[in-house]
């Protein structure tokens, strides 16, 4: 069983940053592909970004390309979204998410994903 716990939300201006975490417990992180996706009122979860297990390979949802960055550190058990120029349509919940897949390219989905967080609120304002 894996726990995770996202942190780092919270209100930030239109073209502004900021930094989400998501700490994992178990000694097992970095056998899993971990993913970022987010769910805005009235929408269905969307993929935001995900990494492979050594972090040498990344994928990106077309909305957030150029501006999101993921990264973890196997050594923390933490996966990271850097979010740059936010836009207000980026405001959502966001969810970090484990899974036991092993190719990258299969990580797009919610289905490929076997636990996830609570979720963070991100607010953007214009």
């Known amino acids: 069983q894996v726990q995770l716990v996202e942190s780092g939300g919270g209100w930030v201006q239109a073209g502004g940053s900021l930094r989400l975490s998501c700490a994992t417990s178990g000694r097992t992180f970095s056998t899993y592909i971990m993913g970022w996706f987010r769910q805005a009122p009235g929408k269905e979860r969307e993929f935001v970004a995900s990494?492979?297990?050594?972090?040498?390979?990344?994928l990106y949802g077309d909305s957030v390309k150029g501006r999101f960055t993921i990264s973890r550190d196997n050594a923390k058990n933490t996966v990271y979204l850097q979010m740059n120029s936010l836009k207000t349509e980026d405001t959502a919940v966001y969810y970090c998410?484990?899974?036991?897949?092993?190719?990258?390219?299969?990580?797009?989905?919610?289905?490929?994903?076997?636990?996830w967080g609570q979720g963070t609120q991100v607010t953007v304002s214009s």
């Open positions: 998410a484990a899974s036991r897949r092993s190719a990258v390219a299969d990580s797009t989905t919610l289905s490929a994903y076997d636990y």
């Open positions: 990494i492979s297990r050594s972090g040498g390979r990344t």
